[in-house]
């Protein structure tokens, strides 16, 4: 049980594209999602916690308008980075948990890789 | 702030040694701690600790909680070649959000 699906899993594009990434729970309902992001060699960093049907909860230095996070639904966040540039390019992974006091469960991570 | 600090960052043992991985933290209002396996993809659940003093074991992997020393070690015996990845510990506050460690790199040679 407890199974987060991300997709994509890779994503090469032009600089100035805007790129969605999409995070759902499979066998259960998650009224909040997490968002991460992680560089080479380096652990995950909190980029925002999504609350289903209200805004998202950003950290300290990320960019609301940079980083877009819809949720929609119980099962589906989505985090869409807008017009994409090489900095941006990470490992972005979600993850959501089934219940308020149970543990995260990771999706797969989206590569993202911005030319 | 809140602060996990896992030692060491990186480790190199043989197959069938045992390994002890740590991770200490500064926290307010704590809830739990989490232990997670990466390999090459996003990590995979191993363990969440609320209480001092309780083993949880899995296999040949093991992990327990000092709240009084906010510590908490991940013990790994015989290890295996497939055990190679990078372990990171995590603790979660009261709002429920997780404030994860750098991470150990355990490389486990044949």
């Known amino acids: 049980g407890a199974v987060v699906s991300q997709h994509p899993s890779r994503v090469i594009c032009k600089s100035g594209t805007s790129v969605k990434i999409e995070c759902r729970s499979l066998?259960?309902?998650?009224?909040?999602m997490f968002w991460y992001r992680q560089f080479p060699k380096q652990s995950l960093m909190l980029m925002a916690t999504?609350?289903?049907?209200?805004?998202?909860?950003?950290e300290q230095g990320v960019e609301k308008d940079k980083f877009l996070i819809n949720h929609a639904s119980l099962t589906l966040s989505t985090l869409t980075v807008t017009s994409a540039h090489p900095e941006d390019s990470s490992f972005y992974i979600c993850?959501?948990?089934?219940?308020?006091?149970?543990?995260?469960?990771f999706g797969d991570g989206t590569r993202l890789s911005i030319l | 702030e809140d602060k996990v600090v896992q030692s060491p960052l990186s480790l190199v043992v043989h197959e069938g040694d045992t390994v002890t991985l740590n991770c200490s933290y500064e926290?307010?209002?704590?809830?739990?701690l989490l232990w997670y396996k990466q390999e090459k993809k996003a990590p995979t659940f191993l363990f969440m600790l609320?209480?001092?003093?309780i083993e949880k074991k899995s296999g040949r992997l093991s992990s327990i909680l000092d709240k009084k020393e906010l510590f908490s070690i991940l013990n790994i015996t015989a290890t295996q070649t497939g055990d190679s990845a990078v372990y990171l510990c995590?603790?979660?506050?009261?709002?429920?959000?997780?404030?994860f460690g750098a991470g150990t790199r355990l490389t486990v040679k044949p």
């Open positions: 993850s959501a948990r089934p219940g308020q006091f149970q543990p995260q469960h």
């Open positions: 066998d259960f309902q998650a009224t909040t």
């Open positions: 999504s609350n289903e049907g209200s805004k998202a909860t950003y």
């Open positions: 926290v307010t209002n704590f809830r739990s």
């Open positions: 609320t209480s001092s003093g």
């Open positions: 995590a603790v979660s506050p009261f709002d429920n959000d997780m404030r």
